[in-house]
């Protein structure tokens, strides 16, 4: 079956420094990759989106990279900031409408 | 405003009861999606629909109901014969994945307690 597996455990960092957060997924071949935040309570909110002909992607503070050999992507956040403290997660689309996300993981961001 | 409106945001059922949760969107979307989310997992898609008319079942679709008869509306019922009702549910909506945008915009979502 269809898995995509987040590091569910929280991941703390030193503000200023770059997080990197990682995707990986098995028994899938998505035409698409997406990275939301979600803040406690609230609906998700779309980052970005790589296709699979793509290798790398930015906007602004944030970089993400799809290795579809691998079946692995990363999301960087640099330079981070405490408010850029919430739970990041990772979507999967085929070609067809339907997104499967991961369970997310939750970064904190230390003064 | 654009966006996607989800009524009520929070709501109170006894067991053995059915409850309808909103989800109206004013973006032009064609494909609309409804998830639940329990404490410390991800988002799990119950169902979703491509157009007007039309909607398939997600990962855990089993004692919920949709509709799909307006393009901006795609109501959740939460049958009895779901089991553990309790939860927050998302509604999102997207463009179709073949104008290669795909983002999905969610609402704000409903949080459903079984008492």
């Known amino acids: 079956s269809q898995k995509i597996e987040q590091n569910s455990e929280a991941l703390n960092i030193q503000e200023g420094k770059t997080a990197t957060l990682t995707c990986n997924y098995t028994n899938y071949s998505p035409a698409y990759l997406q990275w939301y935040r979600q803040d406690p309570g609230r609906g998700p909110v779309f980052l970005l989106l790589i296709r699979e002909n793509e290798k790398e992607k930015r906007k602004e503070r944030l970089k993400v990279t799809f290795d579809t050999t691998l079946k692995q992507s990363l999301f960087h956040i640099t330079a981070a900031q405490p408010a850029d403290s919430a739970t990041y997660l990772c979507a999967l689309q085929g070609s067809y409408q339907k997104v499967t996300f991961g369970i997310g993981t939750k970064l904190q961001v230390i003064p | ?115």
Not at chain 2, 8 to 30: A, I, M, W
Not at chain 2, 49 to 64: H, P, T
Not at chain 2, 97 to 115: K, M
Request: charged share 20%.
């Open chain 2, 1 to 115: 405003d654009g966006g996607i409106t989800q009524s009520p945001k929070y709501l109170f059922r006894k067991e053995g009861q059915n409850v309808t949760l909103s989800c109206e969107q004013n973006l032009n979307h064609d494909a609309m999606y409804w998830y639940r989310q329990d404490p410390g997992q991800g988002l799990r898609l119950i169902y979703y629909s491509q157009i007007v008319n039309d909607f398939q079942k997600g990962d855990i679709a089993e004692g919920y109901s949709v509709s799909r008869e307006k393009k901006e509306s795609f109501p959740l019922t939460v049958t009895s014969a779901q089991k553990n009702p309790t939860a927050f549910y998302l509604c999102a909506s997207s463009r179709p994945v073949t104008t290669n945008t795909g983002e999905l915009f969610f609402g704000e979502g409903s949080r459903l307690t079984v008492l």
